[in-house]
C-alpha cells in the first residue's frame, strides 16, 4: 500500500520557519519526482516546489524562490521543505506528491500519482 505521510506544520507568526517532511512507503523507489503544493478552501491546488530524487534537481514557484528549499533525504523516499520568511499569504494545506513522468521540472498535479493526506501551515500577521 502506497502511503505519503507528511508532518512539520504548524502555526507560526509573519517572518518565521517551519521544515516540512515527507515520508513516502509502498513504492519502489526508482528515480522519481517529489513535489509540494498546497491549497487553500474554496481554490484549486497549486504547486510550490519539486526535486528529482536522481541528482537533486530543483524548481519553485516564483513566489517561494528565495524563501523555500525543498531537499531529499539519504534515502529516495523522503522530501523536506524548508520555509524562511513565511508570509500569511503562505497559509494553506500543504501536500507531498510522488510522480514519474518525464520531460523536466513536474509542477501539474496530473502528473503526480501518488498524494498525502496533508499538512496544515498558518501564518499570522
Known amino acids: 500500500q502506497v502511503r505519503l505521510v507528511e508532518s512539520g506544520g504548524g502555526s507560526v507568526q509573519a517572518g518565521g520557519s517551519l521544515r516540512l517532511s515527507c515520508v513516502a512507503s509502498?513504492?519502489?523507489?526508482?528515480?522519481?519526482?517529489m513535489g509540494w503544493f498546497r491549497q487553500v478552501p474554496g481554490k484549486k491546488r497549486d504547486w510550490v516546489a519539486s526535486?528529482?530524487?536522481?541528482?537533486?534537481?530543483?524548481c519553485y514557484t516564483d513566489s517561494v524562490k528565495g524563501r523555500f528549499t525543498i531537499s531529499q533525504g539519504n534515502a529516495k523516499n523522503t522530501a523536506y521543505l524548508q520555509m524562511d520568511s513565511l508570509k500569511p499569504d503562505d497559509t494553506a494545506m500543504y501536500y507531498c506528491?510522488?510522480?514519474?513522468?518525464?520531460?523536466?521540472?513536474?509542477?501539474?498535479?496530473?502528473?503526480?500519482?501518488?498524494w498525502g493526506q496533508g499538512t496544515q501551515v498558518t501564518v499570522s500577521a
Open positions: 526535486i528529482y530524487t536522481a541528482g537533486g534537481s530543483t
Open positions: 509502498g513504492y519502489t523507489y526508482s528515480d522519481h519526482w
Open positions: 506528491a510522488a510522480g514519474w513522468e518525464e520531460g523536466g521540472c513536474l509542477t501539474d498535479v496530473a502528473a503526480f500519482g501518488y
